[in-house]
Antibody
Framework: QVTLRESGPALVKPTQTLTLTCTFSGFSLNTNNMCVSWIRQPPGKALEWLARVDWDDDKYYSASLKTRLTISKDTSKNQVVLTMTNMDPMDTATYYC???????????????WGQGSLVTVSS | SSELTQDPAVSVALGQTVRITCQGDSLRSYYASWYQQKPGQAPVLLIYAKNNRPSGVPDRFSVSASGDTASLTITGAQAEDEADYYCNSRDSSGNQLVFGGGTKLSVL
């Protein structure tokens, strides 16, 4: 059974750095073509893909946010960590982690999601 | 701004057929996947590539693609299909993933 769970602060102040942890079970990030992505959704708005770490430790970032994001994995702990620097009220959103599979016949897909972690940026 | 464009809202009469489109240059090269999100819930993978549906997804959901447009069709829409629908694919560089702006489906 695949599960993912996001954890981190519910409230951060402007200019602070956000650190979110995705703890997963039911799969291994050592498996070929297995990845984990972070995705966010501001209240009432659309999903936005943020970053992805692949089984081979390749990392990819949203072009618009790449200077502020760092993604890393700890396969021994089954965790993926996302840090976002210089937080702004516009970064208020629910942050999701999702298992991401890569396949020649389908590209990429997010087949399992965490329940999300609401992060509010406010002084 | 999103490189994948979706109509913000679409409505359909109960039991009728509706198409939700996703347009973007990258769709000429890459497959799309589709996600359904109901209020207060995390998105759920609905269908991807060439009509691949995860277990439990009804076959009234289907996809097609032509040129720069991917389409999600619901044949015989049900009340429980009222939700937001998002497409996803790679961006034109192929290095990042991108979501469409989402389509809010109302079933009348």
């Amino acid at each position: 059974q695949v599960t993912l769970r996001e954890s981190g602060p519910a409230l951060v102040k402007p200019t602070q750095t956000l650190t979110l942890t995705c703890t997963f079970s039911g799969f291994s990030l050592n498996t070929n073509n297995m990845c984990v992505s972070w995705i966010r959704q501001p209240p009432g708005k659309a999903l936005e893909w943020l970053a992805r770490v692949d089984w081979d430790d390749d990392k990819y970032y949203s072009a618009s946010l790449k200077t502020r994001l760092t993604i890393s994995k700890d396969t021994s702990k089954n965790q993926v960590v996302l840090t976002m620097t210089n937080m702004d009220p516009m970064d208020t959103a629910t942050y999701y982690c999702a298992r991401t599979r890569r396949g020649y016949s389908f590209g990429f897909l997010f087949d399992f999601w965490g329940q999300g972690s609401l992060v509010t940026v406010s002084s | 701004s999103s490189e994948l464009t979706q109509d913000p809202a679409v409505s359909v009469a109960l039991g009728q057929t509706v198409r939700i489109t996703c347009q973007g240059d990258s769709l000429r090269s890459y497959y799309a996947s589709w996600y359904q999100q109901k209020p207060g819930q995390a998105p759920v993978l609905l269908i991807y590539a060439k009509n691949n549906r995860p277990s439990g997804v009804p076959d009234r959901f289907s996809v097609s693609a032509s040129g720069d447009t991917a389409s999600l069709t619901i044949t015989g829409a049900q009340a429980e299909d009222e939700a937001d629908y998002y497409c996803n694919s790679r961006d034109s560089s192929g290095n990042q993933l991108v979501f469409g702006g989402g389509t809010k489906l109302s079933v009348l």
